[in-house]
C-alpha cells in the first residue's frame, strides 16, 4: 500500500545532540602491511547475473576458502587519489585495527628482513608503514584509534599482558606529533583463541588484561579515550534472520565469550562503549552459515533493515550497565561479515548505509566506522583504483546536510517510510529529513509544508544494484582531477511530492 507521509518540522521533538563524527571508518592493519584478504567478486556476481556458491568442506573454513583468498600490498598511503577522496568526505575518526592487529609485531627498528615475521605473530608492521599511516591521518585531519597486539608471541595465556610492545606504537606516535586519540584493547575479543589471543585464552584472561591495558593507558597517555569491547555478538545478539535463529561467530570460533562474560568484572572504567555490527554474513560464509545470510532479494526488507537497530537496542543495555552514560561506537560496520556481500558495492546497499546511520542516531549518541575506507567489497572506494562507490557519495550528502541535533520524526517506520529528521547543517532554524521508500512497487507521498531543497537518490536507470548512483537524475561519477560531481539540491514547492520506489530522499524544510 502507498504511504503517505506529513512533514511538520515545527513540531518534531528534541532527542538529543548527535556526535559529529557519527560518519567515520577502518583502515584494517591488513591494509597497512598488506595481507591476506576474499578476492573480489566479479562484475557479473555484483550485477547478480553470475551466481556465487561455496561448497562446504568437512576440513573447515580454511579448506573452504583457499581458492577464494589473495595475499594483496599494503595500501598505499599518499596515494593523491585517495588523500583527496578521504578530505573530500571531512574530519572523522579513522580506526587502524581489526583481527590483523591482533598478532602483528611493530618491527620500528628494522629486526626482521622482509617476509620474516617473529614466532608467535602473524605480521610485522615497519617505521615506513606507520608513519605512512600517521602523515595519512595528520594530512586529512583524522582522529586516530587503534588497537594493540595480544598474541602468543606477545605472552602466555597465563602470563598477564606486558606493555612493551603498545608502549612503542603510542610513544612513536606522539613523538611523531600524531597522537593515537582512542584505543581498545582487542578486535572482537569474543573470538578469543580465533581473534589471535594466545592458546588456552578465556574470558577471565581477557578481564585481566584489558584492566592492565586500560591502567597503563591512564598512566601513561591519559588523553587517549578507552574504548570497549568491541565484540561482535552477545547471548542475545545474532548476525542474520532472528527469525530464524541467524548465525553468529560462535558457530565458527573454538570458543566464545558473552558481552556479559567479557564486561562483568572488569575494573577499569570504559570512556566509550562499542561493539561490532554486521546486517549479516556475506555470500562467501553463507554455505555455512545459512541463517546468518540475507539474500539481494531481501536487502530492502524491513527485516533487514531493522538489523543495525536491533544490535544498538540489544547493546543499550549492556552500555547502561557497565558503562553508564558513555557514548556508543560501533567500531566495524558494514553489509556483511566476510568481507560483504556481491551487491555491496552497489546502489542497493545504501538503503541499508543511511538507514544504519538515521535509525542509530535516533536511538543513541556516537560513532559509527564503516568497514573500509578503500579495501573490500563494501569499502567507499574501490581498492586499488579509489573510485567512489554509491555509499561513498550517500554519506557525503549526509555528512553536508545532517545537523548535530536529532528529533523524532513522529512517523513510525514502516514499509515506504523510514523518516528520520535532525537539523539542517548549514542553518540549524531548518530540518532535514532523510526519507527512504524501501517499496519496490508503491510510491511515497509526502506533505510538504514550505518551499525546501531536495536530493533524490536511486541507481542509475532505476536498477537496484547499479554501480552508479543518481542524484536528482544525475550520474554521480567524478570530474576531472577527481573533482565531485554537483550535489546541490533541487527547489522543492509546498504541497505534495512523490517519491518513487527504492530511492532515498533527503529533504530541508
Same mark, same amino acid.
Request: glycine share 6%; net charge negative.
Given at each position: 500500500?502507498?504511504?503517505?507521509?506529513? /512533514?511538520?518540522?515545527?513540531?518534531?521533538?528534541?532527542?538529543?545532540? @548527535?556526535?559529529?563524527?557519527?560518519?567515520?571508518?577502518?583502515?584494517?592493519?591488513?591494509?597497512?602491511?598488506?595481507?591476506?584478504?576474499?578476492?573480489? =567478486?566479479?562484475?557479473?556476481?555484483?550485477?547478480?547475473?553470475?551466481?556465487?556458491?561455496?561448497?562446504?568442506?568437512?576440513?573447515?573454513?580454511?579448506?573452504?576458502? #583457499?581458492?577464494?583468498? @589473495?595475499?594483496?600490498?599494503?595500501?598505499?598511503? =599518499?596515494?593523491?587519489? /585517495?588523500?583527496?577522496?578521504?578530505?573530500?568526505?571531512?574530519?572523522?575518526?579513522c580506526r587502524v585495527s581489526g583481527t590483523w592487529a591482533t598478532k602483528t609485531y611493530y618491527d620500528f627498528d628494522g629486526e626482521y628482513a622482509p617476509g620474516q615475521v617473529p614466532e608467535g605473530y602473524l605480521n610485522v608492521l615497519t617505521k615506513e608503514q606507520w608513519i605512512g599511516v600517521l602523515d595519512f591521518v595528520r594530512d586529512c585531519g583524522l582522529k586516530l584509534k587503534v588497537s594493540v597486539a595480544n598474541c602468543p608471541g606477545l605472552h602466555s595465556a597465563e602470563e598477564p599482558w606486558p606493555s612493551h610492545e603498545a608502549e612503542k606504537l603510542f610513544k612513536f606516535s606522539k613523538e611523531y606529533g600524531v597522537p593515537i586519540m582512542a584505543a581498545e584493547f582487542a578486535n572482537e575479543p569474543n573470538m578469543l583463541e580465533d581473534t589471535g589471543f594466545p592458546k588456552g585464552y578465556t574470558a577471565a584472561h581477557y578481564r585481566r588484561d584489558a584492566d592492565l591495558f586500560a591502567k597503563w593507558l591512564k598512566e601513561n597517555y591519559p588523553e587517549c579515550l578507552y574504548v570497549g569491547t568491541s565484540d561482535t555478538g552477545g547471548a542475545d545478539v545474532v548476525f542474520g534472520k532472528p527469525n530464524q535463529g541467524g548465525g553468529g561467530v560462535e558457530q565458527i570460533a573454538r570458543e566464545s565469550a558473552t558481552a556479559d562474560e567479557l564486561l562483568n568484572g572488569l575494573e577499569m572504567p570504559l570512556d566509550v562503549f562499542s561493539y561490532h555490527y554486521y546486517n549479516g554474513i556475506s555470500d562467501r560464509l553463507a554455505s555455512v552459515m545459512p541463517n546468518g545470510h540475507w539474500d539481494a532479494s531481501e536487502a530492502n526488507s524491513e527485516a533487514f533493515l531493522d538489523t543495525a537497530m536491533s544490535f544498538c537496542r540489544a547493546y543499550i543495555p549492556y552500555r547502561d550497565k557497565y558503562a553508564p552514560g558513555t557514548e556508543m561506537w560501533v567500531t566495524e560496520s558494514g553489509e556483511a561479515g566476510g568481507g560483504g556481500s556481491t551487491w555491496s558495492s552497489t546502489y542497493l546497499d545504501v538503503l541499508r548505509t543511511l538507514n544504519e546511520l538515521g535509525g542509530f542516531s535516533a536511538l543513541t549518541k556516537g560513532v559509527i566506522f564503516h568497514n573500509t575506507l578503500t579495501a573490500s567489497d563494501y569499502a567507499y572506494l574501490a581498492r586499488f583504483v579509489h573510485d567512489p562507490r554509491p555509499n561513498f557519495f550517500a554519506v557525503k550528502l549526509w555528512i553536508e546536510l545532517m545537523g548535530t541535533n536529532v528529533y523524532a520524526s513522529g512517523e513510525?517506520?514502516?514499509?515506504?517510510?523510514?523518516?528520520?529528521? @535532525?537539523? =539542517?547543517?548549514?542553518?540549524?532554524?531548518? #530540518?532535514? =529529513?532523510?526519507?527512504?521508500?524501501?517499496?519496490?512497487?508503491?510510491?511515497?507521498?509526502?506533505?510538504?509544508?514550505?518551499?525546501? /531543497?531536495?536530493?533524490?537518490?536511486?541507481? #542509475?536507470?532505476?536498477v537496484k544494484r547499479a554501480t552508479v548512483m543518481t542524484l536528482n537524475g544525475r550520474d554521480l561519477v567524478l570530474g576531472e582531477n577527481w573533482e565531485l560531481p554537483d550535489l546541490s539540491g533541487a527547489p522543492v514547492a509546498a504541497g505534495k511530492v512523490e517519491l518513487a520506489p527504492m530511492t532515498c530522499t533527503f529533504l530541508v524544510v
Open positions: 500500500m502507498a504511504e503517505f507521509v506529513k /512533514l511538520n518540522p515545527s513540531e518534531v521533538k528534541f532527542l538529543h545532540e @548527535q556526535n559529529p563524527d557519527l560518519v567515520s571508518y577502518n583502515v584494517e592493519f591488513a591494509e597497512v602491511t598488506g595481507g591476506t584478504f576474499w578476492k573480489a =567478486y566479479t562484475p557479473e556476481q555484483i550485477a547478480g547475473t553470475e551466481d556465487f556458491y561455496v561448497e562446504p568442506s568437512a576440513d573447515g573454513i580454511a579448506a573452504m576458502y #583457499k581458492d577464494l583468498m @589473495q595475499v594483496y600490498p599494503p595500501v598505499d598511503l =599518499y596515494n593523491p587519489k /585517495l588523500r583527496k577522496l578521504t578530505k573530500d568526505l571531512g574530519t572523522c575518526w513510525p517506520v514502516r514499509e515506504g517510510a523510514h523518516v528520520y529528521v @535532525q537539523s =539542517y547543517k548549514k542553518d540549524a532554524t531548518k #530540518k532535514c =529529513y532523510l526519507i527512504i521508500n524501501n517499496s519496490e512497487t508503491e510510491t511515497t507521498t509526502v506533505d510538504v509544508p514550505n518551499d525546501g /531543497l531536495i536530493w533524490v537518490l536511486n541507481g #542509475k536507470d532505476g
